[in-house]
């Protein structure tokens, strides 16, 4: 459930309602870690204007790590980084080509304004990294993360034994 009483932590961002399906897996995993989480579709293109205004005050308003998802020519994660110091990790959304442009548009920063970049529709791996991010100076989360771990070790285990059933 999400916490609206508490601050967002996360601040998850993407280029067009159109990108939710595939960023919808990061907010489900940040609140499944127990996170809050602040979400808003902004176009590093058709919004400029709101995508420096959400990146400059994302800060002050308390969040710690920023997931921005894009596809096609995914300007939105970079931009985003060059408004704020705050880490920025990037999701190449497919919306064509399969999300290679999406992938090259994100990760190929310019030197000194880096932006974290997972595989393609990769937002929960998104979703788990910020969370190690914050786990950093928060025990508890670290514990549910090593118990993540845990049960994803597990269900590879299961997996293994059903192949023989
Ligand atoms: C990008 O263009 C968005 O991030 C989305 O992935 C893609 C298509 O956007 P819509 O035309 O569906 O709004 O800016």
């Given at each position: 459930?999400?916490?609206?009483?508490?601050?967002?932590?996360?601040?998850?961002?993407?280029?067009?309602?159109?990108?939710?399906?595939?960023?919808?897996?990061?907010?489900?995993?940040?609140?499944?870690?127990?996170?809050?989480?602040?979400?808003?579709?902004?176009?590093?293109?058709?919004?400029?204007?709101?995508?420096?205004?959400?990146?400059?005050?994302a800060g002050a308003?308390?969040?710690?790590?920023?997931?921005?998802?894009?596809?096609?020519?995914?300007?939105?994660?970079?931009?985003?980084?060059?408004?704020?110091?705050?880490?920025?990790?990037?999701?190449?959304?497919?919306?064509?080509?399969?999300?290679?442009?999406?992938?090259?548009?994100?990760?190929?920063?310019?030197?000194?304004?880096?932006?974290?970049?997972?595989?393609?529709?990769?937002?929960?791996?998104?979703?788990?990294?910020?969370?190690?991010?914050?786990?950093?100076?928060?025990?508890?989360?670290?514990?549910?993360?090593?118990?993540?771990?845990?049960?994803?070790?597990?269900?590879?285990?299961?997996?293994?034994?059903?192949?023989?059933?």
């Amino acid at each position: 459930m999400p916490h609206p009483e508490r601050a967002a932590m996360v601040g998850l961002i993407m280029g067009s309602d159109s990108d939710w399906p595939v960023m919808k897996a990061a907010y489900d995993q940040l609140l499944e870690l127990g996170l809050t989480v602040e979400v808003a579709v902004a176009s590093a293109h058709r919004t400029p204007e709101r995508v420096q205004q959400w990146a400059q005050g994302a800060g002050a308003r308390g969040l710690s790590v920023i997931i921005a998802g894009a596809g096609g020519a995914a300007h939105l994660p970079g931009v985003v980084a060059a408004w704020t110091t705050l880490p920025v990790i990037g999701v190449p959304v497919a919306a064509s080509l399969g999300g290679l442009d999406a992938l090259l548009s994100i990760a190929q920063m310019p030197p000194g304004v880096p932006v974290a970049t997972v595989a393609v529709n990769g937002a929960r791996n998104a979703a788990i990294l910020a969370a190690q991010i914050l786990a950093l100076q928060d025990p508890g989360l670290a514990r549910r993360l090593q118990d993540l771990r845990r049960r994803q070790a597990e269900s590879v285990a299961l997996r293994e034994r059903r192949l023989l059933e």
